[in-house]
């Protein structure tokens, strides 16, 4: 289990993530199961994200119903359950979108702090940025918008939110401006297996990406020069 344990700071929260043992604290910490491996029709679910309603009346869990496995390729379907009870129980699950046999998922959802509304970025097909709206709750869904070249320029290969929910400024020039964060491929480093990475200025002016390759049998660096990122593939 995870307990979120809050530290203030200079306005701000800080929240450390430990693992410890529910029993240990005598019945406090509460669970209930939201998405279960294997049952209501999908092998896996994955990718979970969760917002509020603005009226602080429904909990809104999301997630990619994974049906042929744990993988990130196939048959994958956009999910939902709401709870009305603050997460107590969960209602029947939904399904945002299915998209044949590829994929839907990458859910961002954000709360329109001001019209109540919950906006759903999403991705099909793993580079197609997408949108769905809900003014009820997410009871019910708009259909669906394709973002285009309004979120993604055509040289980029691959599209992906979040991971988890977006945000809304609230203060300054932009407040109610909705974020979404994101991923793209834009170059092929590597066309192998490859893993976590991290990215470095280097001393003659290159970029350097160290990265996991091969199943994890080895780390690399790749050295590049910055024209050449910004070029077109």
């Given at each position: ?26 019945g406090?910490?509460?669970e ?6 294997g ?21 809104l ?31 029947a ?73 977006g ?11 909705i ?55």
């Amino acid at each position: 289990a995870i307990i979120l344990q809050a530290k203030r700071t200079v306005g701000w929260a800080t929240c450390h993530l430990m693992f410890v043992s529910l029993s240990s604290y005598g019945g406090a910490l509460q669970e209930s199961v939201v998405f279960q491996q294997g049952v209501e029709g999908y092998h896996t679910y994955r990718i979970p994200t969760i917002v509020q309603s603005k009226d602080e009346t429904t909990l809104l869990a999301f997630a990619e119903g994974r049906k042929s496995g744990f993988g990130d390729h196939g048959d994958i379907d956009l999910v939902l359950k709401r709870s009305v009870d603050g997460g107590a129980t969960w209602g029947a699950l939904q399904v945002i979108d299915s998209n044949g046999f590829s994929e839907s998922g990458n859910p961002a959802p954000v709360v329109d702090f001001v019209t109540g509304n919950i906006i759903l970025p999403f991705v099909r097909d793993r580079e197609n940025p997408v949108l769905k709206t809900s003014n009820d709750n997410g009871a019910t869904w708009s259909e669906l918008v394709d973002l285009g070249s309004s979120a993604k320029l055509s040289a980029w290969d691959g599209y992906f939110f979040g991971p988890v929910h977006g945000i809304q400024l609230k203060r300054g020039t932009h407040a109610g401006r909705i974020v979404v964060s994101g991923n793209h491929t834009r170059k092929l480093v590597y066309a192998g297996s490859c893993a976590y990475s991290n990215l470095i200025a280097l001393p003659d002016g290159q970029v350097g990406v160290l990265f996991e390759r091969d199943q994890s049998k080895r780390i690399s660096l790749a050295r590049f020069p910055l024209a050449w990122l910004e070029s077109k593939p």
